[in-house]
């Protein structure tokens, strides 16, 4: 683990060159929330090897990783720093860095607390590098970080998201991120499994009917589609609208990808797909089980890369 094509992570130099980003993983295991961890990816990988990916869920284990790994964020800063350039880390793909006790044995939430203060300290330590903190539990977040960044000290290179899926995760989570005191608060709607209403979750406010004085309470929105063989399709809709409250809001809005489904046949290599329909409910029509490389990212003929400033 290291650098990720995680495409909301990488970093576009000014002559065209894109970098990747990285992702860093201080320990490894969770436990499922609602319905976007159905189909965990982390979930499905830790299979391969549970003594270092851990084991899922409540009585399950989340190894702290190596000390040779603890210090690879220094050599991305120092690089990064010798560049001239940010670089952002998602932290942590393969757990949630705010997961509590309630929902992992007694022996592992001690590690891992340990784990979470050694994170904090290595992000003072990095200041080249952006670490992106996303989370599903955006209740734990306040309690969960040193007294200072609660308090409004929080280092300036922490970005704090939450991770919702449909309006009940947003209404849930998002006014939780109100309250953090990050500089960036950010929204990833992956697997965008239903519509999302930003003014009725709280992360827009003071909307009229042209818009004119809509104030955003948060500073990036991600949407991305399921992606794998089990994978949900996500309605054309669900996307567009998120876009256009996005635009009207002056949110940066980010589209990482359609997933495994893609609308009329979307393909990037524009052949028939071989395989499955499903209706979708709200009479958008068809959508077609092409895989993720094929349905690509392009949402109504664009590429979405907004980035917070």
């Not at 947003?170 to 003014?199: D, K, M, T």
């Not at 996307?239 to 809005?253: E, G, H, T």
């Amino acid at each position: 683990m290291g650098m990720t094509t995680i495409e909301w992570t990488s970093y576009r130099r000014p002559d065209g060159t894109v970098v990747p980003g990285y992702s860093f993983n201080p320990w490894r295991g969770c436990t499922k929330v609602s319905a976007g961890c159905r189909h965990c990816y982390a979930e499905s990988l830790s299979g391969r090897n549970p003594a270092v990916l851990g084991v899922w869920g409540p009585r399950g284990s989340r190894p702290i990783a190596a000390e040779s790994y603890w210090r690879q964020p220094l050599a991305w800063n120092a690089e990064a720093g010798r560049m001239g350039e940010r670089r952002r880390v998602f932290c942590a793909s393969l757990a949630d860095v705010f997961e509590g006790p309630e929902s992992m044995p007694v022996d592992a939430h001690d590690a891992v607390e340990n784990a979470r203060w050694r994170l904090y300290q290595l992000i003072v330590e990095t200041p080249h590098l952006d670490w992106l903190l996303l989370t599903k539990r955006p209740q734990h977040i306040l309690a969960m970080l040193p007294e200072r960044w609660a308090q409004q000290e929080m280092p300036p290179n922490v970005w704090i998201g939450v991770s919702i899926e449909d309006q009940s995760t947003a209404n849930a989570r998002i006014p939780y991120l109100r309250q953090v005191p990050a500089r960036v608060r950010f929204v990833s709607c992956e697997p965008l499994l239903g519509p999302v209403n930003l003014h009725e979750a709280g992360a827009i406010e003071d909307v009229g009917p042209t818009w004119a004085d809509a104030n955003s309470l948060i500073d990036w929105v991600i949407v991305g589609g399921e992606s794998g063989s089990q994978a949900r399709p996500m309605h054309p809709h669900w996307a567009r609208s998120l876009r256009d409250q996005c635009v009207r809001a002056n949110i940066p809005f980010f589209f990482k990808q359609w997933g495994s489904w893609a609308p009329d046949c979307l393909c990037a290599t524009k052949r028939p797909c071989a395989t499955m329909e499903r209706p979708q409910p709200g009479g958008a029509g068809v959508m077609f089980h092409c895989g993720k490389k094929a349905a690509g990212r392009m949402l109504d003929s664009q590429l979405w890369d907004d980035l917070p400033l």
